[in-house]
């Protein structure tokens, strides 16, 4: 059956016809292609028609109600704010310390730790993988002590944080919870997110250590412990960022990052867990891209699909498991090396795509992000940039202030459609899980990013200052340098450390937790142990590795 | 016939952001080149050792974590103790511009950095590669 507006003598037909054709006999339109940055097609016009298919009160509805396409809360930001969280962490957990103090100072809400790659990947700074990476991306987190450095002076109590780290992020939420609790603040009453999520990490930004499935097992034991103890934790935020910046669309972000929350949700529902136990605590992390109404539109299909899903798929009853609230960060690979005062701009955009899309929180990348880890003053016009869209633009007098926009709807509307497709693709190979383990996921990515650079390489993208626009004469800026330093300090603390602590604890909680990897018991139970007896976070991984081996992945180009 | 060049693409360090090594690892073969991917998480020595017995012409590194200075200086001894002096080792990544003198010190001369044309690194491959007799 031919759709509405492929049918003769629409109105829109008709303006093609009387009023576009003329037109185009005079003046052509540019070459193109009219394409959003992941290669969608875009029509010359929205109209009405576009959106008859859509059932406004049934699948759009309005703020604060199912499916939430228009936002989760009915006032918008004009009850609150998103959370300015400026995602940090450099060097030692001291210099790291120093940045917080400086970015709660200028009036940033909530902390984000940046870690380094060794603690990402569940290594002490002495194993030989390590070389020239300590402190390097991040901050070196190794054990309880520096932990307790990282959050000197700051109350763990009045401050959420939260924390990028997958593989070891049990470690490391154990040590969280041993300085809150160091501090006198209560479990019950703390908040903050640990990324947590290992699904992205073998599709896309590959910080994994464990094979799939023991890995899923730390998720499950998370989301089990926390329901418990720690509930107003946020236990995993599950992230599409990654796999955008890995080079996927706007639509395979999307379908991949959802159909990797549904991936967790099973689990969690097959580990005995009730569904409105947990899935209230699950959030999720999302990447601005340069196109702006393709990422609004992105947004506003998100929490539909996830509201639905969660209804639909797995019965949950609590509306809180059918809220989708989500992180954004501007996306790092937009952001160019060359002229890169541009890159203000670029993120401005970014951040205000994410804002009308409706974001709970926001990360604005600096700069000189292209070159180098962010400096004080770039980090500072990177939050800036949020203040004054949030205060100066006037775009948060009105809640989803692009609902009704034919082209917005029409586009939501799409996204939707497209992860649908998607997800009975990877239904059909029997889940995420196994999707992955047969690399299709992967090929995917691979596919797109090199599409989108032959894009570029034609010139069919533009990108300003890359491959058009180019200023001969740039003069360098100054940036952040980062020397070894961190790693002496770290090296030599950790050395200290094997010496201070009492060793034979270590050994007995180490014994413990490999037992308990072994059994079915709750691993967060006995990492708490370790990080109180100051084990380090490559000790405990080690621990872990022995029992479940590491994952090693067959590699796709 | 002129035999292809072979060219290793290597992820040395903890770092998994594969995107570039393996985008720059399709335009090379699609330019005609035997590319061997390594994968992630390569030692100096398991890069070296890859080129060895890969035969390669070229290797290319691809880092973005700021472990350059670390990484480089001792593939470069490793690849000199073997006699593989021949073997063009050409960088990708974030590499800042104070670090570009101490690279081309140690015989590194391709260095590129994000923005670079696909274009531009295959045109350097093919001028310096070593010659295959």
């Known amino acids: 059956m ?4 492929d049918r003769a003598g629409t109105r829109k037909n008709r303006w093609e016809r009387e009023v576009v054709e003329p037109a ?8 193109g292609p009219f394409t959003t940055i992941s290669g969608r097609p875009i029509e010359r016009l929205y109209t009405a028609e576009d959106v008859e298919g859509i059932n406004f009160s049934r699948d759009v509805n309005e703020p604060g109600e199912f499916p939430y396409v228009r936002g989760i809360h009915p006032t918008g930001y004009r009850g609150k704010l998103w959370t300015m969280r400026q995602f940090a962490g450099f060097g030692t957990p001291e210099e790291t310390n120093q940045r917080y103090q400086d970015l709660i100072a200028a009036g940033g809400t909530g902390l984000s730790v940046a870690f380094d790659l060794p603690t990402l990947m569940g290594r002490d700074p002495d194993h030989e993988l390590c070389l020239g990476e300590v402190g ?16 000197a002076g700051i109350s763990l109590a009045e401050i959420t944080t939260s924390m990028t780290i997958n593989s070891p992020a049990p470690m490391i939420f154990a040590m969280y919870l041993v300085v809150a609790e160091q501090q006198g603040a209560d479990w019950k009453a703390i908040s903050g997110t640990i990324q947590n999520d290992i699904l992205k990490e073998f599709i896309a930004q590959k910080e994994y250590i464990f094979p799939p499935r023991p890995s899923m097992r730390l998720i499950t034991d998370i989301f089990a412990f926390c329901a418990k103890e720690v509930p107003k934790w ?8 990654h796999i955008r910046e890995a080079g996927s669309t706007s639509l395979q972000e999307l379908a991949f990052t959802l159909r990797d929350g549904l991936e967790y949700v099973q689990y969690g529902v097959d580990a005995g867990l009730d569904v409105d136990d947990f899935v209230p605590r699950m959030s999720f992390f999302f990447n601005s891209h340069s196109d702006f109404f393709e ?9 539909r699909l996830w509201a639905e899903a969660m209804k639909n798929r797995f019965g949950a009853k609590n509306p809180r498991s059918w809220q989708l609230r989500f992180h954004t960060q501007t996306a790092g690979v937009s952001l160019t090396a060359q002229q890169p005062y541009n890159n203000v701009v670029r993120t401005a955009l970014q951040a205000l795509a994410a804002v009308l899309g409706g974001t709970n929180s926001l990360h604005t990348n600096s700069l000189d992000e292209a070159l180098a880890l962010p400096t004080r003053e770039t980090a500072t016009i990177a939050l800036r940039t949020q203040q004054i869209i949030a205060h100066e633009s006037g775009v948060t007098n009105v809640v989803d202030p692009l609902g009704g926009s034919y082209f917005i709807e029409k586009l939501t509307q799409d996204m939707i459609d497209g992860t649908l497709k998607y997800w009975e693709i990877i239904d059909g190979m029997g889940g995420m899980v196994e999707a992955i383990e047969r690399g299709y996921p992967q090929k995917e990515v691979a596919e797109s990013s090199y599409l989108f650079q032959q894009a570029v390489e034609r010139k069919e993208k533009v990108i300003v200052g890359v491959n058009d626009f180019i200023q001969a004469d740039e003069k360098p800026i100054e940036f952040l340098y980062i020397d070894d330093t961190a790693s002496e300090v770290q090296l030599k603390r950790l050395a200290e450390l094997k010496q201070s ?35 380090t976070v490559g000790e405990m991984c080690d621990a872990l590795r022995e029992v479940w081996g590491e994952y090693e992945e067959v590699p796709v180009i | 016939m002129s035999q292809k060049i072979r060219v290793v693409i290597a992820k040395p360090g903890l770092d998994g952001h594969d995107r570039g090594a393996k985008v720059i690892a399709r335009a090379l073969r699609d330019a005609g080149m035997e590319v061997i991917y390594t994968g992630l998480r390569q030692t100096p020595e398991m890069i070296v050792s890859a080129a060895l017995q890969e035969d390669a ?14 990484i480089c200086p001792r593939v470069m001894q490793l690849l000199k103790e073997k006699g593989l002096d021949d073997v063009q080792v050409v960088i990708g990544g974030i590499i800042p511009d104070v670090d570009l003198p101490k690279l081309n010190a140690i015989g590194i001369r391709g260095i590129f950095i994000p923005g670079t044309p696909m274009q531009q690194i295959v045109d350097y491959i093919t001028a310096n590669a070593r010659a295959r007799v």
């Open chain 1, 2 to 5: 031919k759709s509405v507006a």
């Open chain 1, 234 to 241: 946020n236990t995993i935020s599950v992230s599409g960022y």
């Open chain 1, 295 to 303: 990422e609004i539109a992105k947004y506003r299909a998100a929490r």
């Open chain 1, 136 to 151: 390097k991306c991040g901050v070196s987190v190794m054990s309880l002590a520096d932990m307790e450095r990282l959050f």
């Open chain 1, 24 to 31: 185009l006999r005079k003046s052509p339109e540019r070459k």
């Open chain 1, 501 to 535: 602590r009492d060793n034979d604890r270590v050994r007995r909680t180490l014994a413990a937790l490999a037992d308990v990897a072994r059994g079915s018991g709750n691993t967060m139970v006995p990492l708490l142990e370790c990080v109180r007896a100051y084990a």
């Open chain 2, 57 to 70: 012409d070229v290797i290319g590194l691809s880092i973005l974590s700021g472990a350059h200075m670390h």
